[in-house]
Nanobody, 125 residues
Framework: QVQLVESGGGLVQAGGSLRLSCVAS???????????MGWYRQAPGKQRELVAA???????NYADSVKGRFTISRDNAKNTVYLQMNSLKPEDTAVYYC????????????????WGQGTQVTVSS
C-alpha cells in the first residue's frame, strides 16, 4: 500500500506564498510504482478539483486558475511532490489533497489512486 502525508498548509494574506509538501511511503517498491503525483483542492460546498499534476518524467499540468502562480515539482528519489504557491488569492482557500497514481504489479498491472488526509490553506484578504 501507499501512504501520503501532506504538510505546509496554513493561513496567509492575499499576495503571500506557501509551499506544500507530500511524502509518499511505499510498502514495497517491487509491487508499487508511483506514476503521476498531483494536488487537488476542495473548498466548502464545492467539488474537488485538480490544481496541478506531474508525471514521473516531469511533465506538468495546471488548472487555468493557478497557471503562472503555482509550480509543482517532485523528487522521485524521495517520493515527494511539492506545490509552490505564490500570489495567493482568497479564492485559493481550500483543503489541499495530495494524490498519487500508482501502478500495482499484482497479477499484472493495476492502477490505483491514493490520497492524503489534506492540509488546510486559508488566504485572507
Amino acid at each position: 500500500q501507499v501512504q501520503l502525508v501532506e504538510s505546509g498548509g496554513g493561513l496567509v494574506q492575499a499576495g503571500g506564498s506557501l509551499r506544500l509538501s507530500c511524502v509518499a511511503s511505499v510498502a514495497s517498491e517491487s509491487i508499487f510504482s508511483i506514476n503521476t503525483m498531483g494536488w487537488y483542492r476542495q473548498a466548502p460546498g464545492k467539488q474537488r478539483e485538480l490544481v496541478a499534476a506531474i508525471t514521473s518524467a516531469g511533465s506538468t499540468n495546471y488548472a487555468d486558475s493557478v497557471k503562472g502562480r503555482f509550480t509543482i515539482s517532485r523528487d522521485n528519489a524521495k517520493n515527494t511532490v511539492y506545490l509552490q504557491m505564490n500570489s495567493l488569492k482568497p479564492e485559493d482557500t481550500a483543503v489541499y489533497y495530495c494524490n498519487s497514481r500508482v501502478d500495482i504489479w499484482v497479477a499484472g498491472k493495476n492502477i490505483y489512486d491514493y490520497w492524503g488526509q489534506g492540509t488546510q490553506v486559508t488566504v485572507s484578504s
